[in-house]
C-alpha cells in the first residue's frame, strides 16, 4: 500500500538535508515508486551517489523563485542548524505547504515560526536506513487529511510508522526509539567484552555477540510472542541463562538503568526543545 501510495503522489517534495537519515528517505521513496521528477534536494554539500541522482531527474539545490509550488517540504536538516537553514526554506513554503519534520526536539510551534505551512514532527530512528526503521509522528491540527497520507507514505519508506496526538510525547519517544538503536549497539559492545573477560578470543566475542543480538532481534521482529515470554523460553531453571538473569534482574538491575536512561534522554530532549 506504501509503494502504491509514493506511486501515486503527484506533488512536489523538497527535501531538505540529504545526509544519512534524509539520503536514506530519499533512497526509500525512489525504490518505492516516488516519481524522480517530484523530488528537489536542497543540501550544500551533496553526495556523490546524491548527485548521480539528477540523471534520473531529481533537481538540485533549486531557486525559490524559480522551483514553482512546493506541496511537501521534508526538513532533515540537524537541529542545530534548523534556525539558519529554515529561513532559507521558508519562501518555498506557501499556505498550501506541509513541512515534515524528522529533527528531534523541534517542536511543532518551533517549526511553524521559522517554516510556516502545515506541521508534522516526526522521530524516526537509524534502522531506516536498511527499511527496518520505527517512525512516530504527531501532526499540527491545520493539517488535512492528504496531506497527512502523503506524510505517512513518505514515512513508511523506511520502516513502520506510528501516529499520535499529543505532542508531549515525542520526548519520551525519542529517549526510547530514536536513541534506542545505541542502547543495543552498547549491548553488543559490553556482551563481547564481557565474553573477553571470560576467556574468549576477542575475535569469536565479537562474533558471537553480534550474530547473537541481531539473530534474537530478528526472531523478535518475525515472533508474535512478547519479549518476556521468548526471554522465558531460553531460561530453564536453575540453568545458566537463570544464573546470568539473576544479575541482570537483580537490584540494582537492568531495569533500574533502563528507567534512568530513558528518563535522562526523555529531560535532555526537553531541554533541547526550549
Not at 177 to 189: C, I, K, N, R, T
Not at 192 to 209: I, S, Y
Request: aromatic share 2%; net charge neutral; proline share 5%.
Amino acid at each position: 500500500m506504501a509503494n502504491n501510495t509514493l506511486q501515486n503522489i503527484t506533488g512536489t517534495i523538497l527535501l531538505a538535508g540529504a545526509g544519512k537519515m534524509g539520503g536514506a528517505m530519499l533512497t526509500g521513496w525512489l525504490a518505492g515508486g516516488l516519481d524522480p521528477r517530484r523530488v528537489a534536494v536542497i543540501d550544500p554539500h551533496v553526495a556523490p551517489e546524491i548527485s548521480a541522482l539528477a540523471a534520473k531527474g531529481v533537481v538540485l539545490n533549486p531557486d525559490a523563485a524559480t522551483a514553482g509550488a512546493i506541496d511537501t517540504l521534508v526538513v532533515a536538516v540537524k537541529p542545530q542548524m534548523f534556525r539558519e537553514a529554515g529561513a532559507k526554506l521558508k519562501p518555498f513554503v506557501s499556505d498550501k505547504t506541509s513541512v515534515v519534520s524528522i529533527m528531534a526536539g523541534t517542536t511543532i510551534a518551533s517549526l511553524e515560526e521559522v517554516c510556516g505551512g502545515a506541521v508534522v514532527r516526526a522521530m524516526p530512528n537509524t534502522p531506516a536506513a536498511i527499511g527496518r526503521g520505527i517512525t512516530v509522528a504527531v501532526a499540527a491540527k491545520n493539517v488535512s487529511p492528504a496531506q497527512r497520507a502523503v506524510a505517512d507514505a513518505l514515512l513508511r519508506a523506511t520502516g513502520s510508522v506510528e501516529w499520535v496526538e499529543d505532542e508531549g510525547l515525542m520526548d519520551a519517544v525519542t529517549a526510547v526509539s530514536g536513541s534506542g538503536p545505541a542502547y543495543v549497539f552498547l549491548l553488543a559492545e559490553e556482551l563481547a567484552r564481557a565474553g573477553v573477560e571470560a576467556g574468549l578470543p576477542e575475535a569469536l566475542a565479537t562474533k558471537l555477540a553480534r550474530e547473537t543480538v541481531t539473530g534474537s532481534g530478528e526472531l523478535l521482529h518475525r515472533s508474535e510472542l512478547p519479549a518476556s515470554t521468548l526471554r522465558q523460553n531460553v531460561t530453564s531453571p536453575g540453568g545458566t541463562t537463570a544464573a546470568a538473569l539473576g544479575v541482570l534482574m537483580g537490584e540494582p538491575g537492568l531495569r533500574d538503568l533502563m528507567i534512568r536512561a530513558i528518563a535522562a534522554a526523555t529531560k535532555r530532549s526537553k531541554e533541547l526543545a526550549k
